[in-house]
């Protein structure tokens, strides 16, 4: 039986941009695979690294416990630095592990896909946000930059656990620990 054709919805195939942003996640995992398998790990690797790769997922968990997806624009907290706080917690996730990898080929499979794909991703976002919070996101763009934050005095820790778990943001921290014990692994046996 043929389907019934969507009145007032068109749908169409998604586009290079859309499709690379859907993907992003599995392609993730392919790709820290390839990074695990190239890396070339010391003891100081490890030690320089780390902090940058700990630093990220703790913006992103300060991000995961403010940001109320699509039903209020989140200001406050890490997001009254950068308006990209997450994608800035990846960036240095990535770095962290670039470091750790004391590989040239694993560091840029990390770096270069990250800064090919997450401009058009952080563009795209701040579209949808514009669309559903007009008026506030314009200020709101005036204000914070976009991606590097910008540090200021006086702005309130704003966390909740509640929703950092709502968020299961607790995802990056295992990934963190997950991928720490393979770097260590592959030291030790190396």
Known sequence: MPKAPLVGRRETAPTGPMMVQKLRVPLGFVIAAAVVYFAEPTLVS???GLP????????RALAAGVIRKDSALATSGVYALTRNQ???GSSLLATGFAIMSRNEIAAVLLIVPF????????????????RLFPDEFRIYKQKVPRFF?????????????DQYLSNR???????LAAALALFVAKWWVG
Do not use: C, D, K, Q
Not at 52 to 59: D, E, H, I, K, R
Not at 169 to 175: D, F, H, L, P
């Open 46 to 48: 490890i030690l320089v």
């Open 52 to 59: 940058v790769a700990v630093a990220g997922a703790l913006f």
């Open 86 to 88: 997450l994608y800035f």
């Open 115 to 130: 800064g090919l794909v997450y401009p058009t991703v952080m563009l795209r976002e701040e579209a949808h946000l514009a």
């Open 149 to 161: 934050p910008r540090p200021r005095l006086g702005v309130p820790l704003s966390f909740s656990l």
């Open 169 to 175: 943001e607790y995802n990056t921290a295992v990934g």
